[in-house]
C-alpha cells in the first residue's frame, strides 16, 4: 500500500480521476479531441476568472518558467525572490541568457507590494517575475495588491508562478492584471505530474509576437501555442490522458463550487496552522501563511528526519524542509481534493508519532 500524500506536490489523486486519465486515446488531430481541449480550457478560464487566452502543455511548470522569460521581456527582468523556487525563476532567467535583475528577502518574508512598487519606480524592467505561493516556506503573496501597482506601469507585464497555489486559492487574472499565471497540475489541481497550464494576457501575447523566434525557441513559442490553441488543438501531442483528467476534475471543480474550493482550503489551513502554531512556529511571515502547505519550524526541538521516516511507515507521507531549509522545516500541504478528514486523520498520527520520539 502507498503512503497517502501530505507532500507539496505530487498531490493526493483520487480514484475518478486517476480513471479518467486511464480512457482510451483519441486522435490529437480528430473533432473529438478539439471537443475536449475546448471544453477544458473554457473550464479553466472560469477557474481563473479570465477572458482571456489559456494554453495548455505537456511539460512540467519549469517549461513554462522558461517560455514565460524568453517570451516577454525584451529590454530587463526584476526577479522577486523569497524562497527557492522564485529563487529557480531567477536562476531560469540567468541561464537563458536575459538582463536581469534580482531582489531577494529574507526566506520566510513576503514580497509587499511597496517592494515591487519601489523597484518599478525606477523604470529599468519590462518583466516582473514573481511566485504566488512561495512551497518552501509557505509563504502566500499578496498577488492582488502586486497587480494593482504593475498596473501603474503600462510597459510591464507580470508574470506568475501559481504552481502551488493555483486551485488552492483564487487568482483573479482579468481583474488583478496577471499577465502569465503558470501551474503544473500535480499541486492543488490533483492530477499526476507531466503537464502544465497557463492564462496569458493580450498584452503577454502582443509582447511575444515582437519577441524573436531565436529568443523564444520552437517549442515554448507563445504565439504559435495560442494559434494552435485558437483551433482547440495544440502545437505539439499532447498529453490526452491529462486533459482527460482535466476534464474530469473541472467536473468535480463545478459540483463543488469555486468558492467553496476556497473555503475549503481555508478552513484546512487554519486548522493546521492552529495545530502547529505553538508547538513548532510558522516559518511564513504573520499575515502572509499559505491556504494550501505550512511550513513549520522547529522550536520543539524534535528530530524532523525521524518524524517524517515514522510517518512514512505509517503510510503517510509529509515533507521535510527545502533547499536552505533542509532539516530545520517540515511542510504539510493541505490541497487539491484533500478534505477536513483527511486533515484531521494525519493530524492525529502525527501527534502520536510525536508523543513517541
Known amino acids: 500500500m502507498k503512503p497517502k500524500l501530505f507532500i507539496p506536490g505530487p498531490t493526493h489523486v483520487e480514484q475518478d480521476v486517476l480513471d479518467a486519465l486511464a480512457q482510451y486515446p483519441i ?92 523597484v518599478l519606480a525606477r523604470g529599468d524592467y519590462d518583466l516582473v517575475t514573481v511566485v504566488f505561493n512561495e512551497t518552501s516556506t509557505g509563504v502566500m503573496n499578496p498577488l492582488q495588491e502586486i497587480g494593482e501597482v504593475v ?36 499541486k492543488a489541481w490533483a492530477l499526476p505530474p507531466g503537464f502544465a ?27 504559435r501555442m495560442h494559434k494552435a490553441g485558437e483551433k482547440s488543438e495544440t502545437m505539439v501531442t499532447p498529453s490526452i490522458p491529462h486533459l482527460y483528467g482535466l476534464s474530469k476534475q473541472l467536473d468535480k471543480i463545478n459540483a463543488e463550487g469555486l468558492e467553496n474550493r476556497f473555503a475549503r482550503h481555508r478552513e484546512m489551513a487554519q486548522t ?24 513549520f519550524g522547529n522550536k520543539a526541538g524534535i528530530d524532523l528526519i525521524a518524524l517524517a521516516s515514522e510517518m512514512k511507515s505509517k503510510n503517510y507521507l509529509i515533507s521535510g524542509g527545502y533547499g536552505d531549509l533542509k532539516g530545520k522545516t517540515f511542510r504539510l500541504a493541505h490541497m487539491g481534493d484533500l478534505r477536513m478528514e483527511d486533515i484531521n486523520d494525519v493530524l492525529g498520527v502525527l501527534d502520536e508519532v510525536i508523543e513517541s520520539l
Open 27 to 118: 486522435g490529437h488531430r480528430t473533432s473529438d479531441y478539439r471537443e475536449l481541449q475546448s471544453k477544458v480550457v473554457s473550464g479553466i478560464k472560469e477557474c481563473l476568472y479570465t477572458n482571456q487566452s489559456v494554453l495548455v502543455s505537456t511539460s512540467s511548470a519549469t517549461g513554462l518558467m522558461e517560455a514565460g522569460v524568453r517570451n516577454l521581456s525584451k529590454r530587463k527582468v526584476a526577479n522577486f525572490v523569497c524562497g527557492a523556487f522564485s529563487k529557480k525563476q531567477a536562476a531560469i532567467t540567468k541561464i537563458c541568457g536575459l538582463d536581469q535583475d534580482v531582489f531577494e528577502v529574507e526566506w520566510g518574508q513576503a514580497i509587499t507590494a511597496e517592494f515591487v512598487d519601489s
Open 151 to 186: 498596473k501603474k506601469y503600462p510597459d510591464v507585464l507580470l508574470m506568475v508562478d501559481a504552481v502551488s497555489g493555483m486551485m488552492g486559492a483564487p487568482i483573479k487574472v482579468d481583474a488583478w492584471g496577471v499577465d502569465m499565471a503558470l501551474a503544473s497540475v500535480q
Open 197 to 223: 497550464v497557463t492564462s496569458l494576457s493580450d498584452k503577454a501575447l502582443e509582447r511575444s509576437r515582437s519577441i524573436p523566434d531565436s529568443q523564444k525557441g520552437f517549442y515554448f513559442d507563445f504565439v
Open 272 to 295: 493546521v496552522r492552529e495545530w502547529g502554531r505553538d508547538r513548532f512556529g510558522l516559518f511564513a511571515q504573520p499575515g502572509y501563511e499559505s491556504d494550501t502547505l505550512t511550513c
